[in-house]
């Protein structure tokens, strides 16, 4: 398990899709080579398990702990840091995961806000990330800001006020949406330690000129390697080099939006890129028509 004082994390973090078989059963035996396509061609070295992209929400709190445990076992001495995501909308379910999550050495958690009762206020919230937090004490916690999809509209930089006092374990937030005041004014009331990722892969190059850290995102699987340029670029100050990787894969989702773009589609299309056999999105996503995902996979291509 991570320590207090664990690395802290940096850079590109994939957030991984679930492999499953076509059956639609997890399959586990797709982690091992996944980590490695991450490691070889991406150059991405952290993944966030469970989340949005890994339709978290979609499985069992059994199969997530089969998931969490078989990443972070073929991760070992490989990735840098799995992160597991293990919101719920039951809090025992999220402090179940939680736990398990420590106990097979996960580098640290996330938790979305739940969002079929959702919390009033930031202060309801942040209540509901502390009894998950307590749970694996000393394990980093991360808390996973997407209002898009939770219709949890509270401000981030209000859940975060005075946060360290109920959660002496947190280490930063996940921020994907899309209002960098709401990013900005996070990053301005930060700590050294917190990490402040940011998830909205189209516009990662203006949350960097705002100070994120690094990036958890779905195109990272298949665009890594191009978003680990973008990242170089923008440290060392070549700008217009950084603004022309981001224009590219604006375009590529751009395009890829016009096609209709979900979470379904992307699992396809990271494996046509990929050669890694995924499986079908578990319902109630559906599967997309494969003539779809080859027309977005060849604007991939030509970005790579
Ligand atoms: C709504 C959604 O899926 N957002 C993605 C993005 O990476 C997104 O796919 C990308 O910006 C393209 O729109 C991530 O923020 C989600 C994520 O990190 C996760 O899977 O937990």
Redesign the pocket.
């Given at each position: 398990m991570a320590s207090p004082g664990s690395k802290k994390l940096t850079g590109l973090?994939a957030?991984?899709f679930t492999p499953l078989t076509p059956e639609g059963e997890i399959n586990l035996a797709m982690i091992g080579p996944y980590i490695d396509f991450l490691l070889e061609k991406q150059g991405v070295r952290n993944v966030?398990v469970n989340?949005?992209?890994?339709e978290?929400m979609s499985f069992s709190v059994e199969e997530r702990k089969r998931l969490a445990e078989e990443w972070c076992q073929r991760g070992k001495g490989k990735l840098e840091q799995v992160i597991v995501?293990v919101g719920c909308m039951s809090l025992k379910d999220s402090q179940d995961l939680a736990r398990h999550a420590a106990e097979v050495g996960a580098d640290g958690i996330a938790v979305i806000a739940p969002s079929f009762f959702k919390p009033s206020d930031a202060d309801a919230l942040r209540q509901f990330l502390q009894e998950v937090a307590a749970t694996a004490q000393g394990l980093p916690f991360y808390y996973?800001h997407?209002p898009?999809?939770t219709g949890v509209n509270l401000r981030a930089r209000d859940v975060v006020e005075g946060i360290e006092k109920c959660i002496p374990s947190f280490h930063g937030l996940?921020f994907?949406g899309q209002d960098l005041l709401d990013f900005g004014q996070c990053v301005s009331y930060s700590q050294p330690h917190w990490s402040l990722l940011y998830?909205?892969?189209?516009q990662l190059l203006a949350a960097l000129a705002l100070g994120a850290n690094g990036a958890?995102?779905?195109?990272?699987n298949y665009l890594g390697s191009k978003v680990n340029s973008l990242l170089s670029a923008f440290d060392k100050g070549e700008l217009s080099q950084a603004r022309n990787l981001q224009f590219q894969v604006q375009d590529v989702?751009s395009y890829?939006?016009k096609q209709g773009?979900d979470?379904a589609v992307?699992k396809q299309l990271m494996s046509e890129v990929s050669g890694l056999a995924l499986g079908p999105p578990r319902l109630p996503l559906k599967p997309c028509p494969h003539p779809r995902i080859l027309s977005i996979a060849q604007k991939v291509q030509q970005v790579l």
């Open positions: 973090v957030a991984t966030f989340g949005t992209t890994g978290g995501h996973y997407i898009a999809l996940k994907s998830g909205m892969d189209e958890v995102g779905s195109t990272y989702l890829a939006v773009f979470v992307n």
